[in-house]
């Protein structure tokens, strides 16, 4: 079972455009969802990310949009560049109090390809 | 040493052979995770382990053993190699806050 959905699959955007990454999630006890970026040859590392208790995060470039309510979140990438091309995973996590490890859960993923 | 070191970068191995990928952090975080990435199914959790003596299972843990004998090492296990196993396997630590860091990944090729 798949608890975080991630779409599209693969993005190709023109130099300055804007990308747009959607992910939906099924578990309501997740409380923090942030976004990890990887290049080819690379582990994943963190974005930026979001608590339900606000609706939109922006840092430089990047925001993210969260829908509680349709249990869905976004990344917005303005102004995309060329070296912005990268795969972007979404992720989840329920916060335990009770010391285990804080599990993410993950999208699928998705390309990214800025065209300069 | 900074952050997360993986060794090796690539393997390929025979099938039915056993194989240990090392990961190492000196950030001195308790706990720690092994992912394994495939295309299409994003990265998918093997195993975790809440800190030095302690591990647990993941999404996808068969054909697959942990240790965490001290707090800088974790390293994955594969006893008895199969091609499903082929990926790319990503070792990460958490901060107290949860953030995760990942390594640099092995390259894992079973044939």
């Known amino acids: 079972q798949q608890q975080v959905k991630q779409s599209p699959q693969s993005l190709i955007v023109q130099k300055g455009g804007i990308s747009i990454i959607n992910c939906a999630y099924e578990?309501?006890?997740?409380?923090?969802f942030p976004w990890y970026q990887q290049f080819p040859g690379k582990g994943p590392a963190l974005l930026i990310a979001?608590?339900?208790?606000?609706s939109e995060k922006k840092e430089g470039r990047f925001t993210i949009s969260f829908n509680k309510s349709a249990k869905q979140f976004s990344l917005h990438i303005m102004d995309s560049q060329p070296g912005d091309s990268a795969t972007y995973f979404c992720?989840?996590?329920?916060?335990?109090?009770?010391?285990?490890?804080?599990?993410?859960?993950f999208g699928s993923g998705t390309q990214l390809t800025v065209l300069p | 040493i900074a952050g997360i070191t993986q060794a090796p970068t690539s393997q390929i191995l025979a099938a039915g052979r056993r194989m240990t990928l090392r990961c190492t952090q000196d950030?001195?975080?308790?706990?720690m995770y092994w992912y394994r990435q495939d295309l299409g199914l994003g990265l998918r959790l093997i195993h975790y382990s809440n800190t030095a003596g302690t591990t647990g299972k993941g999404e996808v843990p068969d054909g697959y053993s942990v240790s965490r004998a001290n707090t800088d090492d974790f390293p994955l296990t594969l006893a008895s190699a199969v091609p499903s196993q082929t990926s790319v396997y990503f070792c990460a630590s958490s901060d107290l806050a949860g953030k995760q860091f990942f390594g640099p990944g092995t390259r894992l090729t079973v044939l």
């Open positions: 578990n309501t006890a997740f409380d923090y």
């Open positions: 950030m001195r975080h308790n706990a």
């Open positions: 992720a989840a996590r329920v916060s335990s109090s009770s010391g285990s490890a804080r599990q993410l859960t």
């Open positions: 979001i608590r339900p208790d606000v």
